[in-house]
């Protein structure tokens, strides 16, 4: 059964659309009258507004539901995200997702890495669609807004062009990627670098949960796609498996530029450059009583003058570096530590800059403990996502959306700070991503927060840049993938 | 039944004894003669040697049985020791003590907090028993002669006195405290604590593991105590449960001193004062890709600063200060830590030295923290033991000891930079330590290691010198408790 709303013969007009909808609401019993992306005027595209109250519901249902985080404050909405990827609480909102999505008229497809779209049929079917996509995992204390607004504005864009009965040329449809965050399983982006190319399925499948699980087991991705149902049976590719047309993703800033320049949006051009990397230290476990200074070999005070150096020396060069996770064993009050295991995340717009600290680092490091008796250590990278430049077009659709929708002509461009699934995207089709502030640029942590007025305009600028795209594609006859915007 | 090797009216002999012996071993079939200790003459006692086989055998078998550690060389012998206190290898290795000391002809009780005490009997019962005592409990990533050996040591004396027949003037026993590292349940030298009235029962009980086990929940000491069955009927006091006439105790130095002056015993005096803290650092999680520096409040890189400000501090200052356990929360590649927790470990002969440390280290903490944007802390003093010194009784018949054994007159005289159970003793009757060198001095470590003729040593020392203390103790009419050594 098609969707009911895609007449099988669709009404059209030449008439302009505005002068249309007063008669069709005086004609209520009337057959419902569907309008064409391509023939809505500029004027009517641009008054197009999603509902704040319907995103605002979404968004705060999923964060009580589904994996309700760390309270701070005494609002019944002042609660994280604790949703890890592939949890019980992940499979929870994938369903609720997968739900809605269908009572909205989708079909809805799982890949192989779990990776779910929901596609909102448009006027031709052979072509691939357009996505809104993002992520509704989380941080083990996350906020409910990163990647869960962004999935949230794709599910109101379906309802806005269901209730203004708006057919699109190709397809529209919103994804929710697999494993975004690389919070429980290592690999940031994941699900979108596996569709990608960019990561091996097989290797994914392999790789293993970053803490035991109660039974003292570390779980694989492959065995938790099964266990919570979402190992799909359709290829996690962009040829073989869904295409796409173009990626337009909504997300907070999680950084403080927006929210201090008090801006309600930002179009953002780019994502930096960045590399992960594992840093192992070896010493010596020895009594913290019975051995002097001279004759110990600590771990622990080795990598803390790592953390240390690393924040030094990544200011001097001007790049970001960040040590987010640090292990010391055996973990005993008298005991001075034997090993570490730490993790460094280094960002810059410029690849290079990235490359160049970490080679920098690596030497200091290697100077630093030749110097140690007895400090022994490895630095291996784990992750690479080399700076990204979206597509001019879908650049282009968010800022004339951005700009129809604020009113306002200095819509700022961005570059982002932190890697998304937009970065895979770009790697096959035109992919453009739209900022909105958090407060005070907080985000990984419980209290992220982006106010329900943000949340719509971002939205509103989302389900814009989609049927500007939609024109432009229907125009120019583009109809799908492996676009290379990035050289 | 009376032991077996107690006639009810034992054959005595004022015939010098040396002279004896091979009359006895001529005619094995006759009945055996029993020697009092004081009647033993100097030569006789300073003869005495354990069975270095026998002491050998009983370590590698509790360390291979009873929570095998991590391996580190190619020998069977090569593997550490992981037995946390009340666990399933802590009961087991329990379990062993009671069997083996039961076939030894003891009388074995358990107090309230689990301290097993195997008492075997001497001429005169009403009077206190002299212990030897220490540990079966290990570290998390331990090794196989902390602790062990000093309970070993004492089993081993038993059979020394079983096998020459000798009859001491009072009981004498081996006790195997509980908890003595703290690791499991953060409280160091518990069972002896509580015995001795250092800590208090209830609060013990009440007392949560560090870690969660498999279940998620942390369990309490009394729960563990009940569940391995080691939860005994007889007050922990040194007045209303199992008293004490003396302590003796041998460990392994878990330093270097020994070891690189090529010492084979050492004659232990006091034990140096030392201060646990707990310190807790709030910052601020935010993405490690989106948050500029000036914006961002790391409580890992604080946290990092503090453990190379507490060795900067402590080497000016010539105390010893340690960062043993570092935990930070969320523990996420691409994001900054809110939270950390960390433990500080502070030690010097003088009470002083680590009060002013302590009090020096947290005004410097206040400073920096008010110098960081959205740092805070708290630092709150969890454990503390002052400095002891040791009876000077006690201490005469170790040196004599260790003077008659090795047949050297410069037996190093040393303070313990490790706490043990004897501090707990010394409150309440005549205690004094022998320690042994370990390789290198590590110890806490897999790789701790102790040579087979220094554990002979230790243990000759530690049989002669409860002998010469019972010699001591029925000459001066000193039967038991409540000596005041330290002031």
Redesign the interface.
Request: charged letters at 25%; aromatic letters at 8%.
């Given at each position: 059964m098609p969707a009911p709303i895609i007449s099988a013969c669709p009404v059209r007009t030449r008439f302009g659309v505005l002068s249309i909808r007063p008669f069709i609401r005086f004609f209520s019993h009337t057959p419902v009258h569907h309008l064409r992306s391509t023939e809505l005027t500029p004027d009517y595209l641009s008054s197009l507004r999603s509902n704040p109250d319907r995103i605002w519901t979404d968004i705060h249902t999923s964060a009580s539901k589904f994996g309700p985080g760390r309270r701070w404050g005494q609002d019944p909405t002042h609660t994280g995200l604790t949703r890890l990827t592939l949890t019980d609480h992940d499979k929870a909102a994938r369903d609720w997702f997968v739900e809605t999505t269908k009572s909205l008229h989708c079909d809805v497809k799982v890949d192989a890495i779990g990776n779910t779209f929901a596609i909102r049929p448009g006027l031709n079917n052979d072509v691939p669609a357009t996505f809104v996509g993002s992520h509704l995992d989380s941080?083990?204390?996350g906020g409910r807004f990163d990647g869960v607004l962004g999935v949230c504005a794709g599910i109101e864009m379906l309802r806005v062009l269901n209730d203004n009965h708006i057919e699109t040329e190709g397809p529209v449809g919103v994804v929710n990627w697999t494993n975004e965050?690389?919070?429980r399983f290592?690999v940031?982006m994941m699900g979108s670098g596996v569709w990608a190319g960019a990561q091996d399925l097989q290797s994914i499948y392999k790789l293993k949960e970053v803490n035991a699980g109660?039974?003292?087991q570390r779980r694989t991705v492959k065995e938790e796609l099964e266990r919570i149902g979402y190992l799909g049976n359709i290829p996690a590719s962009p040829i073989e498996g869904v295409r796409m047309a173009g990626h337009f993703e909504l997300h907070i800033?999680?950084?403080?530029k927006l929210d201090s320049e008090k801006k309600s949006v930002g179009v953002v051009e780019g994502v930096?450059s960045?590399q992960?990397y594992e840093i192992r230290v070896w010493g010596?476990?020895?009594?913290?009583?019975?051995?002097?200074?001279k004759?110990r070999a600590?771990a622990?005070?080795f990598?803390?003058?790592?953390?240390?150096k690393a924040?030094e020396m990544?200011?001097k060069a001007g790049v970001?570096a960040?040590?987010?996770?640090?292990?010391?064993?055996?973990?005993?009050?008298?005991?001075?530590?034997?090993s570490v295991y730490m993790?460094l995340?280094i960002?810059h717009r410029d690849n290079e800059m990235v490359a160049t600290f970490a080679a920098d680092f690596q030497g200091w490091l290697k100077q630093a403990a030749g110097r140690e008796g007895g400090i022994t250590f490895e630095m291996s990278k784990t992750f690479e996502s080399r700076a990204t430049k979206f597509d001019e077009v879908a650049i282009a659709c968010v800022r004339d959306s951005a700009g129809a929708v604020t009113g306002k002509h200095d819509v700022p461009s961005m570059t982002?700070?932190?890697?998304h699934d937009s970065v895979n995207t770009s790697k096959h089709c035109p992919t453009a991503m739209v900022f909105v502030p958090c407060r005070?640029?907080?985000?990984?942590?419980p209290e992220e927060w982006c106010e329900k007025e943000h949340c719509a305009v971002g939205t509103d600028v989302i389900v814009q840049s989609v049927l500007r795209f939609d024109q432009w594609r229907h125009k120019e006859g583009h109809f799908g993938g492996s676009l290379d915007s990035n050289g």
């Amino acid at each position: 059964m098609p969707a009911p709303i895609i007449s099988a013969c669709p009404v059209r007009t030449r008439f302009g659309v505005l002068s249309i909808r007063p008669f069709i609401r005086f004609f209520s019993h009337t057959p419902v009258h569907h309008l064409r992306s391509t023939e809505l005027t500029p004027d009517y595209l641009s008054s197009l507004r999603s509902n704040p109250d319907r995103i605002w519901t979404d968004i705060h249902t999923s964060a009580s539901k589904f994996g309700p985080g760390r309270r701070w404050g005494q609002d019944p909405t002042h609660t994280g995200l604790t949703r890890l990827t592939l949890t019980d609480h992940d499979k929870a909102a994938r369903d609720w997702f997968v739900e809605t999505t269908k009572s909205l008229h989708c079909d809805v497809k799982v890949d192989a890495i779990g990776n779910t779209f929901a596609i909102r049929p448009g006027l031709n079917n052979d072509v691939p669609a357009t996505f809104v996509g993002s992520h509704l995992d989380s941080q083990p204390l996350g906020g409910r807004f990163d990647g869960v607004l962004g999935v949230c504005a794709g599910i109101e864009m379906l309802r806005v062009l269901n209730d203004n009965h708006i057919e699109t040329e190709g397809p529209v449809g919103v994804v929710n990627w697999t494993n975004e965050e690389g919070a429980r399983f290592p690999v940031s982006m994941m699900g979108s670098g596996v569709w990608a190319g960019a990561q091996d399925l097989q290797s994914i499948y392999k790789l293993k949960e970053v803490n035991a699980g109660t039974n003292g087991q570390r779980r694989t991705v492959k065995e938790e796609l099964e266990r919570i149902g979402y190992l799909g049976n359709i290829p996690a590719s962009p040829i073989e498996g869904v295409r796409m047309a173009g990626h337009f993703e909504l997300h907070i800033e999680q950084g403080p530029k927006l929210d201090s320049e008090k801006k309600s949006v930002g179009v953002v051009e780019g994502v930096q450059s960045y590399q992960w990397y594992e840093i192992r230290v070896w010493g010596q476990a020895s009594h913290a009583g019975a051995t002097e200074f001279k004759y110990r070999a600590d771990a622990l005070l080795f990598a803390s003058g790592i953390v240390v150096k690393a924040r030094e020396m990544a200011e001097k060069a001007g790049v970001l570096a960040t040590v987010g996770i640090l292990r010391a064993e055996p973990g005993s009050v008298n005991t001075t530590p034997d090993s570490v295991y730490m993790t460094l995340d280094i960002r810059h717009r410029d690849n290079e800059m990235v490359a160049t600290f970490a080679a920098d680092f690596q030497g200091w490091l290697k100077q630093a403990a030749g110097r140690e008796g007895g400090i022994t250590f490895e630095m291996s990278k784990t992750f690479e996502s080399r700076a990204t430049k979206f597509d001019e077009v879908a650049i282009a659709c968010v800022r004339d959306s951005a700009g129809a929708v604020t009113g306002k002509h200095d819509v700022p461009s961005m570059t982002s700070g932190a890697g998304h699934d937009s970065v895979n995207t770009s790697k096959h089709c035109p992919t453009a991503m739209v900022f909105v502030p958090c407060r005070k640029g907080v985000s990984h942590h419980p209290e992220e927060w982006c106010e329900k007025e943000h949340c719509a305009v971002g939205t509103d600028v989302i389900v814009q840049s989609v049927l500007r795209f939609d024109q432009w594609r229907h125009k120019e006859g583009h109809f799908g993938g492996s676009l290379d915007s990035n050289g």
